[in-house]
């Protein structure tokens, strides 16, 4: 090739010796990275989504020092993953995949900036990189916002005005400043409605919050941003999801900010670390995509709802403080350690001889930052779409620094090595830094490596001791709801699948329940995914089979008011609407049922109890083997229930519908 008859053969001969190792310049090919022809995209960053839904449930419930060792893992600089962007979930009360994450408008009337624990990772973040990037993304709405339909668009006012207080409230109690706001994640967008948002956002005083639409697919949006110059001048980004590494040309056509919004959503074991090392560099070199963002930031779910471990890293056990850091923390490290979102790509980016790929970024003051990838393509499968064939096989590759950057005398070398075959990988380990003649490297490159040379010195590979052993949930737990973690507005490991759970303190209550577990919602919101029409949080450990439940319940609807207490609950997340169980429901009408099932079809037992609204019950429900019992307020109210299935499952409280209703003293003894 081309630079290869420029060298003289000393200059070949000195690289070989300083890589210790004599390279046959025939066996390699040779990448120019040069600025002279004009620079690419700017660079704006790699993130992690908190929510869409209620992924980082569990974290908030980690004692220290695990908790803010989990935080440095993810946001702190020159530490772990380093993100340049946090994307949360703007809670709107509604199931949207691994459970509901709570709304700052409950009721129309209603204005809370302290629910849920956004804005505390947020803060969390902030507090590590003051320059952390934060987006903020529906997926739901509180019922009233669609006045009744499933529908956010009909009032487009409302909506934009409902969005809009979620970031004036992130500034006025939080000092945090959002920075992109998206329109309702992976559905329909209206342009009125985004229009609107963006007049909304200006008349508050947020000229500077940039839109992201439409957080789905690049089209339709695209075809409507070229046709609609007014909408043109609303969106900032263009934001897809799981693009697969690849655009359409009518988004490069206008001129927009191209993101991956939502991308990964994969286990992560080594190939989900393989999968966001390809994507991470080919979003780029096939698709024009300035920032990637993984679904989702950390695993703090129970692993048993839908997409268990899909996050950057896994922090699933708060009541035994053990978290693990995976390997996309350390391919994530390869890029954000050495950029900054504002840096610049180079244009000479691309695809290696023998597979892999390579990108090429600097801050315009002379700093270079290559990253380079060989993942094969059994070892770098995302979830979705479907990955075709390709093939890479090791190889030398030589590059050739030109332009601004051919003076360069030294970089810093890190490197990630799977090791698929021994199963012992090696990530971000930080090599002997190459010295460089006449602005020429070379490297041998085996499979499934990823490569940073970088003239940033200030790259480390953090590490805390390990963290306690891994630990079931345990097997006697209860809580009374009196101690409260003040941050927080939920009881520690109750992940709401429908229906919103909050403290709630009754002041004049003259006994023991002033403080409670309150479901607060009283309307069905408007929904992402299939929320039950039952409120359902669930707690514990899935393998639970034979245990005791016991909780006091509060009903608040005279007439329609309806509670369970549950056990071996199968199902969370978007499949909770067929979860089966065993359910002991007591009714405001003076009744009981037991149900095999939450939506309430398969009957086990039933009949009379007394209950009524406005008075405290104490349910307790065991089940043993194939048999469950259930008792009243101390006594014996139904024995001899045959359950055949499920066979395991987590503990649950709820209610019947979208109703009031409150539970304290809740005691689990699992068997
Ligand atoms: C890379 O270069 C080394 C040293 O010249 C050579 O032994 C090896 O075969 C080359 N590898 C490939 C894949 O070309
Ligand atoms: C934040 O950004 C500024 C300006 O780019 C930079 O000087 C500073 O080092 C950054 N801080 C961190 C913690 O990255
Ligand atoms: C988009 O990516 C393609 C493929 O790498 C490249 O040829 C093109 O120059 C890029 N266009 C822009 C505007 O970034
Ligand atoms: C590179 O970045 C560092 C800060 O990380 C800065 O001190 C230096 O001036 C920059 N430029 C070069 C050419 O290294
Ligand atoms: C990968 O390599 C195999 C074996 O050489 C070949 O048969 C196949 O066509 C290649 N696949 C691609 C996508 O290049
Ligand atoms: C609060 O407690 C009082 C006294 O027990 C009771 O009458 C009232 O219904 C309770 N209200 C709520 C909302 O729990």
Redesign the pocket.
């Known amino acids: 090739n081309l630079y290869f008859l420029f060298f003289s053969f000393e200059s070949w001969a000195a690289v070989f010796l300083l890589l210790g190792s004599v390279v046959d310049p025939c066996s390699s090919q040779t990448y120019a990275l040069n600025d002279k022809a004009g620079l690419?995209?700017v660079f704006d960053g790699i993130g992690g989504l908190s929510g869409g839904g209620a992924t980082s449930r569990l974290l908030v419930n980690y004692a220290e020092p695990y908790r803010s060792q989990i935080l440095d893992y993810l946001f702190k600089p020159n530490f772990g993953a380093s993100l340049h962007i946090l994307k949360v979930e703007i809670g709107g009360d509604s199931q949207t995949t691994d459970g509901t994450e709570p709304s700052h408008m409950h009721y129309e009337s209603d204005e809370n900036y302290f629910r849920g624990y956004e804005w505390w990772l947020m803060k969390e973040a902030k507090r590590r990189n003051p320059n952390v990037t934060l987006i903020g993304l529906p997926w739901a709405f509180p019922g009233w916002v669609g006045h009744g339909k499933n529908w956010p668009y009909d009032f487009p006012d409302i909506t934009a005005a409902y969005v809009v207080n979620w970031i004036l409230g992130a500034k006025q109690y939080h000092d945090l400043d959002i920075q992109y706001v998206g329109i309702w994640n992976e559905r329909n967008f209206d342009s009125k409605y985004i229009k609107l948002l963006r007049y909304t956002l200006d008349k508050n005083g947020l000229e500077g919050v940039r839109i992201i639409a439409s957080d789905n697919l690049w089209e339709p949006i695209t075809l409507y941003l070229l046709l609609d110059p007014e909408l043109g001048r609303a969106v900032d980004v263009i934001g897809a999801h799981y693009p697969g590494t690849t655009?359409v040309k009518e988004a490069?056509k206008t001129?927009k900010k191209l993101w991956s919004s939502e991308d990964y959503s994969t286990f992560n074991d080594e190939v989900g670390g393989g999968c966001w090392a390809r994507i991470l560099n080919q979003n780029y070199?096939?698709?024009?995509m300035t920032a990637t963002i993984s679904w989702n930031l950390v695993a703090s779910y129970y692993e048993d709802l839908p997409f268990g471990r899909d996050g950057l890293m896994t922090a699933e056990e708060p009541w035994s403080g053990n978290y693990v850091v995976e390997s996309p923390i350390w391919i994530t490290a390869h890029t954000t350690q050495f950029t900054q979102p504002g840096w610049t790509y180079l244009?000479t980016?691309?695809h290696l001889a023998q597979g892999g790929s390579y990108v090429a970024l600097t801050d315009g003051t002379g700093n270079l930052t290559v990253v380079i990838e060989t993942m094969t393509h059994d070892h770098s499968v995302c979830i979705r779409p479907p990955l075709p064939p390709f093939n890479v096989t090791s190889q030398n590759a030589t590059f050739q620094l030109q332009g601004s950057f051919a003076s360069i005398k030294e970089l810093q070398v890190w490197r990630s090595q799977f090791n698929f075959k021994t199963k012992k990988p090696s990530f971000f380990e930080k090599l002997t830094p190459l010295k460089l003649v006449d602005g020429s490297f070379t490297l041998n490159l085996a499979e499934d490596e990823v490569y940073t040379l970088t003239t940033i010195t200030t790259g480390q590979k953090g590490s805390y001791p390990d963290p306690p052993p891994s630990a079931r949930f345990p097997k006697v737990y209860k809580d009374n709801f009196d101690i409260r973690n003040p941050p927080f507005s939920e009881a520690p490991d109750f992940a709401d699948q429908t229906g919103v759970f909050e403290y709630y303190i009754n002041l004049t209550d003259p006994g023991p329940h002033v403080f409670t577990l309150r479901q607060v919602l009283t309307e069905r919101p408007v929904t992402w995914a299939a929320d039950a029409d039952q409120t359902i949080s669930v707690i514990g450990d899935y393998q639970w089979h034979d245990l005791t439940v016991t909780c006091d319940v509060f009903m608040e609807s005279v007439k329609t008011g309806g509670v369970f207490i549950a056990a071996r609950v199968d199902k969370g997340g978007q499949s909770i609407r067929s979860a089966n169980g065993v359910f002991f429901w007591v009714f405001a009408d003076g009744t009981y049922k037991v149900t095999n099932d939450l939506a309430g079809q398969t009957v086990l037992a039933e009949g009379q109890s007394g209950t009524r609204a406005y008075g405290w019950h104490t349910l307790s429900l065991t089940v043993k083997g194939q048999y469950a019992l259930g008792q009243l307020n101390g006594y014996p109210l139904w024995k001899n229930a045959v359950v055949l299935t499920p066979k395991n499952g987590w503990a649950a409280i709820g209610t019947r519908s979208f109703e009031l209703a409150q539970f304290d003293n809740f005691a689990v003894v699992a068997g």
């Not at 070199?285 to 024009?288: P, S, W, Y």
């Open positions: 690419g995209r655009t490069v001129q070199v096939n698709g024009n244009q980016v691309g």
